[in-house]
């Protein structure tokens, strides 16, 4: 089974930190995604990736930035932390064609 | 342009009774269609696909969807609801041989009394 791995289930920081959010996928998969969940909006698309250092921006980009230098892993970096940033992150990995996602657990990241 | 419709925030049934969970679509091209389910605190969870062949795909869990062309539809039905189905459901659409990014629906809150 594929495993998708988020390195923190709940995570809380301040205002203004630089915050750092892995994902590890173990399946050799080419594609990577980052969503944030929010009730009511469902899920959100903030950064695709199709490759190693390759990334597309999805709907919601600004205040984010993503990393993946190796192709099992890709980061999600907020540059300066905002309470309207508190949300569930979601990652997931896919391959290429008619393949489902694979999801990991999600972080929840809250922002004081 | 891709889009996923699901009409009902949440849906109410007794155990013991079917159930069914909406999704609509529109798409340009043939669809690749998918059901997800998410418990609390979880991420989400792969149900079932449908790709091409037959309009009855069955899935993990009892669940299965129908196909519909002619309505752009793809609603999620188990024929005898339990109280551990009480989930998240989430209805995605991409288009076969377009972008690699599905398009998810809003998400259906299921709720099975006892």
């Known amino acids: 089974d594929v495993k998708v791995t988020q390195s923190s289930r709940y995570l809380v920081k301040r205002t203004g930190e630089k915050v750092f959010l892995e994902c590890v996928q173990d399946m050799d998969h080419e594609n990577m995604f980052w969503y944030r969940q929010d009730p009511g909006l469902g899920l959100r698309l903030i950064y695709f990736?199709?490759?190693?250092?390759?990334?597309e921006k999805g709907d919601i980009p600004e205040g984010y930035s993503v990393s993946r230098e190796k192709k099992e892993r890709f980061s999600l970096i907020l540059e300066s932390a905002s309470t309207n940033q508190t949300s569930m992150y979601l990652c997931a990995s896919s391959s290429e064609g008619y393949q489902p996602q694979h999801f990991g657990d999600g972080t929840r990241l809250s922002i004081l | 342009a891709q889009s996923v419709a699901q009409p009902e925030d949440q849906v109410n049934v007794a155990e013991g009774n079917p159930l069914t969970v909406k999704c609509t679509y529109s798409?340009?091209?043939?669809?690749?269609l998918f059901w997800y389910v998410q418990y609390p605190n979880r991420g989400l969870q792969f149900l079932l696909k449908y790709i091409t062949g037959d309009n009855l795909v069955k899935g993990s869990y009892g669940f299965e969807a129908e196909f519909n062309k002619s309505q752009t539809s793809f609603h999620l039905k188990k024929p005898s609801a339990l109280v551990s189905d009480s989930a998240l459901y989430f209805c995605a659409v991409r288009v076969s041989g377009g972008s690699y990014i599905p398009t998810f629906g809003r998400g259906t809150s299921l709720i099975v009394h006892p």
């Open positions: 990736s199709y490759d190693v250092k390759m990334k």
């Open positions: 798409v340009s091209g043939n669809p690749y």
